[in-house]
């Protein structure tokens, strides 16, 4: 049995999907309450965080070669600005600067080598809320493959996260149904949405990064829009709840 297998038996049950404990209700229930803001004409704006524990590196190398998707996608509606967040090996968690730049972006990961270790979503879930509190924060992209940690604690940060409106698009690759039964979790409590992607089909995860990116820089609107082209930006939308009003 693996390190990570070994930690997902230790996680504590959660409810299955489509189900919610009271805590969890009354998260959702805040969240859709609480309005949303969005400034006219400014760019959009994404922490995009990955899993660069050793297992991850055929994902960490896709992930660079197509996150210009996103960029492409925001261009129309005002540009884009993404910080990167890595964790890796023993506690490690990294975070790059602001840019506004794909290159500069794909620069930044070619230099990253990743190490083996345990998740750190918390973390990951802890830092993107404290960059909402300086200043807007549109989404958060997270891609991996495993969950090592308590799932109510992570329920618990990530339902603080929609509290501030951002949204979790939470991006699997592999076939673990108890990750995607978490993850999945995670995303609904912010108002977000969960896909599925396999390293041998990048234009899935090319078509996911260009619908956030769209949604970061316009909006439901430009999500929607996207969506009449693309069935995984129709995907990512069905997810998100009809009553909320994050337009361009």
Not at 57 to 79: C, D, H, I, Y
Not at 181 to 196: K, Q, V
Request: aromatic share 6%.
């Amino acid at each position: 049995m693996t390190e990570r297998s070994k930690s997902l038996k230790k996680s504590p049950v959660i409810p299955k999907e489509g189900q919610c404990t009271p805590a969890v209700d009354a998260f959702l229930s805040d969240v859709k309450q609480t309005p949303i803001v969005r400034r006219a004409k400014r760019r959009g704006r994404i922490v995009f965080a990955l899993d660069a524990t050793m297992s991850r590196a055929p994902t960490w190398r896709l992930a660079r070669q197509v996150q210009s998707e996103m960029f492409v996608a925001a261009e129309e509606m005002g540009g884009l600005e993404v910080q990167v967040v890595f964790f890796r090996g023993q506690g490690e968690l990294r975070k790059s600067a602001w840019t506004k730049r794909s290159g500069t972006l794909a620069d930044r990961m070619s230099r990253v080598q990743c190490r083996s270790g345990l998740t750190q979503i918390a973390r990951v879930l802890k830092h993107t809320a404290t960059q909402a509190e300086m200043d807007n924060v549109d989404a958060l992209v997270y891609i991996g493959d495993a969950v090592e940690e308590n799932p109510d604690l992570l329920g618990d940060l990530a339902g603080k996260l929609g509290l501030r409106n951002v949204k979790l698009f939470a991006f699997q690759e592999g076939q673990d149904r108890q990750v995607e039964t978490i993850m999945r979790d995670l995303a609904r409590l912010t108002n977000g949405a969960y896909a599925h992607f396999d390293t041998s089909s990048p234009d899935t995860l090319k078509a996911l990064l260009r619908a956030v990116g769209a949604y970061a820089a316009g909006g439901l609107s430009a999500l929607k829009s996207l969506a009449s082209k693309e069935p995984e930006a129709s995907a990512l939308l069905r997810q998100i709840p009809s009553g909320d009003s994050a337009a361009s």
